[in-house]
């Protein structure tokens, strides 16, 4: 039953490393994707804007000066206006949207068409169980008219000029998405436009997208990094008591195996290999447990995506490893340096 438990312990610690990273990469690739869903081959975003977080706006006045760039066949500004716990609503242009992106899939309701209208996507209206007719309370209520099919842009989407007058951002916009005639002509414009707008951020989509990753986002890479510690900590933990534990209770046997001349290293490397089978076993609870936290995560928080990563299986499998032969060297010193007649009279 120790055992057991102390597998089952190692594999909770695979699991954390394994759930965290693939939260982070699932959010992210999300977030990638719903980019790559506006149909733009530009974004602009203002000067001091994060990669993660859609801050900071701009005036909406920009957007005419982008529509006279060549090769330019579209350009529509969004206002992204954050409602709290990672949500946000996407003011748009509707008719400008659809005419870049392809236009939503309606899959209840329709269209918002007057202010304090809202369209929200299939995820978070399964996850909160909204049908069109029904009032949202997102600081402000809304009118729910249409849910729609996931993967452009945002979650909710609103009228940006009612948007703009609820949150007092009158010609503002948050960010603003460019279609161009060719996507080879994508790096002539971004070039022109660093030019004229020097001080604002501007990337194709697919390098914005590139950013999408937990290296790109330093305070995501510590956190990942703390979680990891904190895991190596908890295998060292688990593994020294179930280790130590057991050299106590084999104490007679491990006098037997001295007295018949088995080394100190033949009694560490017993314990040692013991510790090793404990520790795959731990890992392959986790990598299996790993996937009731992606169902888990889907059925209770189906906003945020889990992946499953299958790169960090490798990373997790000797972090947990590690942590489990550091825990089991002192009690294997231990067993190693008894005295075999001392160890034969132990009761």
């Known amino acids: 039953m120790r055992t057991l438990l102390s597998a089952i312990a190692i594999g909770v610690q695979v699991t954390m490393i394994l759930t965290l990273v693939g939260v982070s ?56 206006q954050s409602i709290g716990n990672f949500d946000s609503i996407a003011g748009i242009h509707l008719d400008e949207f659809n005419a870049m992106s392809g236009g939503f899939r309606y899959l209840e309701g329709g269209p918002f068409t007057k202010p304090g209208d809202i369209i929200v996507d299939d995820v978070y209206a399964n996850s909160n169980h909204r049908h069109p007719g029904d009032t949202i309370d997102l600081g402000l209520p809304w009118h729910l008219t249409g849910v729609i099919e996931s993967g452009k842009l945002s979650r909710m989407f609103a009228d940006i000029k009612d948007l703009q007058d609820k949150y007092s951002a009158q010609h503002m916009v948050s960010v603003i998405y460019v279609k161009l005639d060719q996507p080879a002509n994508t790096a002539a414009v971004i070039e022109s436009l660093k030019q004229k707008l020097t001080d604002y951020k501007v990337f194709s989509v697919e390098e914005f997208v590139s950013l999408m990753s ?16 904190l895991a190596v900590v908890v295998g060292f933990l688990v593994v020294f008591l179930s280790m130590y534990t057991a050299v106590l209770e084999r104490t007679r046997e491990i006098g037997i195996l001295k007295a018949l001349g088995a080394s100190p290293g033949y009694i560490l490397g017993m314990l040692l290999r013991e510790t090793t089978l404990l520790a795959i076993a731990g890992v392959i609870t986790g990598i299996l447990m790993s996937y009731g936290a992606q169902w888990l995560m889907h059925v209770f928080a189906p906003t945020m995506p889990m992946m499953i990563v299958y790169g960090w299986w490798p990373y997790a499998a000797v972090i947990a490893l590690v942590g489990a032969i550091i825990g089991a060297i002192y009690p294997g010193l231990k067993a190693a340096r008894q005295d075999a007649i001392e160890a034969l009279a132990y009761d």
């Open 25 to 80: 990469e699932g959010v992210l690739g999300d977030i990638a994707a719903r980019s790559r869903g506006t149909g733009a081959d530009i974004l602009i975003r203002p000067p001091g804007s994060s990669v993660l977080a859609f801050n900071g706006n701009m005036p909406e006045g920009v957007v005419t000066l982008v529509r006279k760039e060549p090769h330019v066949t579209l350009a529509t500004g969004t206002l992204v």
């Open 214 to 229: 937990v290296n790109s986002i330093p305070i995501l890479k510590r956190f990942t990094n703390v979680v990891v510690g």
